[in-house]
């Protein structure tokens, strides 16, 4: 490189960022959700690399799973390493793996597997951030979400994820999937739909971590959201039928709503007695 050419490349690190601004202003009106009338508040979350300004530091521990219960319950706050309790920090790459974990040694020990050997082939699937990638997080409740959100993350009796998960099928035909462990579910909540932009939904209750540190309604469904599947599911919410006429018809006269829809088509053929 030419001298002149180093000074050019000097003067432009010297007008650099330190890092681009990742809170960004909420864009979206996300309003639409509040219709559903869920019991608690759809949560925000952010992966951030820099710490976050102007926005209070989580004044507690707690496990990455009870951090959306918290914002929940109305708080807006960051949280980094040092906040947390469980093994929230893996799935978010805040630290190394010890190979003690690796090897499955964990699950025997707390009866969740029989052996480490199907404990550790959780790890080969775990979506996990790269390391130091992510160094804070961010959560906020719908009514006070003021950045755009990486992932959001309802909360809800089945019927109103129904709505939910049908909003994007209904332009799309996109399938609904649910992915998970037994262990670490807070890893397919967050981290899953963040890398993958795919939906995911589970149900509270069915991962370990849930049922010990007694996080969420047992039976509840949960559904993640990824930022890039907003546009078409709030787009959607808008304009489709939220209870379809079929849910409210009773099962025989939704029966004669079938066969009127489908005619000689939705007659199946009988054998021969």
């Known amino acids: 490189m030419t001298a002149a050419g180093a000074a050019a490349a000097t003067e432009g690190d010297d007008k650099m960022p330190e890092h681009v601004d990742e809170m960004t202003p909420l864009e979206r009106d996300l309003s639409?959700?509040?219709?559903?009338?869920?019991?608690?508040?759809?949560?925000?979350?952010?992966?951030?690399?820099?710490?976050p300004r102007g926005?209070?530091?989580l004044d507690k521990k707690l496990g990455l799973c009870e951090m959306i219960p918290e914002a929940q319950a109305g708080k807006v706050f960051y949280a980094g390493l040092e906040d947390h309790t469980c093994a929230g920090p893996v799935p978010l790459g805040?630290?190394?793996?010890?190979?003690?974990?690796?090897?499955?040694?964990?699950?025997?020990?707390?009866?969740?597997?029989?052996?480490?050997?199907a404990n550790r082939r959780i790890y080969e699937a775990l979506p996990t951030l790269k390391k130091g990638t992510c160094n804070f997080t961010v959560f906020a409740p719908l009514n006070k979400l003021a950045f755009n959100p990486d992932v959001i993350?309802?909360?809800?009796?089945?019927r109103q994820m129904e709505i939910v998960l049908r909003s994007m099928s209904w332009t799309t035909g996109q399938m609904y999937e649910s992915k998970g462990?037994?262990?670490?579910?807070?890893?397919?909540?967050?981290v899953y739909p963040?890398?993958?932009?795919?939906?995911?939904?589970?149900?509270?209750?069915?991962?370990?971590?849930h049922i010990a540190r007694e996080v969420g309604t047992e039976g509840n469904v949960i559904v993640s959201v990824p930022w890039d599947s907003l546009p078409t599911m709030i787009e959607n919410l808008q304009e489709m039928s939220w209870v379809l006429?079929?849910?409210?018809?009773?099962?025989?006269?939704?029966?004669?709503?079938?066969?009127?829809?489908?005619?000689?088509?939705?007659?199946?053929?009988?054998?021969?007695?």
């Open 194 to 209: 963040y890398l993958s932009g795919k939906i995911n939904f589970n149900v509270t209750g069915l991962t370990f971590g």
């Open 245 to 273: 006429p079929a849910y409210e018809d009773g099962r025989e006269n939704y029966t004669r709503r079938f066969e009127r829809v489908t005619g000689e088509a939705g007659t199946w053929p009988q054998e021969d007695a």
């Open 153 to 158: 993350v309802l909360t809800g009796r089945a």
């Open 32 to 51: 639409i959700f509040q219709k559903l009338r869920l019991e608690k508040q759809p949560v925000g979350v952010k992966f951030l690399f820099a710490e």
């Open 181 to 190: 462990t037994p262990v670490l579910g807070c890893a397919w909540t967050l």
């Open 55 to 57: 926005i209070p530091r």
């Open 94 to 117: 805040m630290v190394e793996m010890d190979p003690f974990y690796n090897s499955g040694q964990i699950g025997p020990c707390l009866e969740v597997f029989k052996e480490a050997r």
